[in-house]
């Protein structure tokens, strides 16, 4: 097995500065020649439940589980969470729940149970499951893991933009920093190490209380999170985020009342699906299923 599979090196660099990254987060592959697709491609649903998260920011626990069990019957069009949560894992694997633990705005404890609980209701032993985010290289069942689910709250990000579900496996990585060049465009390499391949079977992109706007390193403020009060769940993770970034861009241009690009560019989305090809971004090609409250959706 070739270890240095998905590692970047100066000329990724270079290619992805010249090339991918100026086509923009909502391209359609320009940059590789590409065209628009006649069809849409990737699946991704978006839940969204008016009374989940109270005025106060009360969370109901019970609510959140249900939308995403209706989230996962949704997208994967059948007729029970058993049936959709068996698409996902197998009595047999090993599974990760990789979560988000940044404190100012986590993953909710009660999603990581949902989402414990469910797998576990498919068959995975429970000490098969682990929920972890900064200790996952030497945390033993995700050294193990044959299926890894990926979920944390969309916000704006420093380095990147927006942190993203793609983003979310930095902790992967021994060496984040090998990714963080150009607005960590190269985040889509780390998704081909060995280590990841092909075992994320899931993506869920928390939206109850974004944060839509920051300015510098761990940048917080009450003033820019605003009650969303949903989930986007897909198997893609380019589509899951590129919606999330159209809904947190059109959220940015209405709070300001002009344009207002998030910045630095969140285009390490375009760019994983263009270069890496790990899914799509374009909006021509995600079948968005939208369920639940529809007021102020901005998509």
Request: charged letters at 25%; aromatic letters at 6%; one cysteine or more.
């Amino acid at each position: 097995m070739n270890k240095n599979r998905g590692r970047v090196n100066r000329r990724d660099f270079f290619r992805i500065g010249t090339g991918a990254a100026a086509a923009g987060l909502f391209g359609t592959g320009a940059a590789d020649g590409g065209e628009k697709p006649a069809a849409p491609t990737s699946r991704v649903v978006l839940i969204r439940e008016q009374t989940v998260v109270s005025d106060e920011g009360v969370l109901d626990g019970g609510m959140l589980h249900s939308m995403l069990n209706r989230a996962m019957t949704s997208l994967f069009e059948v007729k029970t969470p058993e049936d959709a949560w068996k698409s996902v894992v197998k009595p047999a694997d090993v599974v990760g729940i990789k979560t988000n633990v940044w404190s100012n705005l986590r993953t909710p404890p009660e999603l990581e149970e949902a989402i414990r609980s469910e797998v576990i209701k498919v068959g995975v032993k429970p000490e098969e499951v682990a929920v972890d985010d900064r200790g996952v290289l030497s945390n033993p069942v995700f050294q193990r893991a044959t299926a890894l689910i990926n979920t944390r709250p969309l916000r704006i990000h420093n380095w990147s933009g927006l942190g993203t579900c793609l983003k979310n496996l930095i902790m992967f990585v021994p060496r984040p920093p090998e990714y963080h060049a150009d607005s960590c465009a190269p985040l889509g390499a780390m998704w081909k190490l060995p280590e990841l391949e092909g075992k994320v079977k899931l993506n869920i992109l928390v939206m109850l209380t974004p944060q839509f706007h920051g300015v510098g390193p761990h940048s917080f403020s009450k003033e820019y999170i605003w009650p969303y009060r949903g989930l986007i769940v897909g198997v893609d993770p380019v589509a899951v985020d590129a919606t999330g970034a159209r809904i947190l861009q059109a959220k940015r241009d209405l709070y300001f009342g002009k344009p207002s690009p998030i910045s630095p560019p969140a285009h390490h989305i375009e760019i994983a699906g263009s270069r890496y090809g790990l899914g799509v971004s374009d909006p021509a090609a995600i079948d968005l299923v939208r369920l639940g409250w529809k007021d102020d959706a901005l998509i």
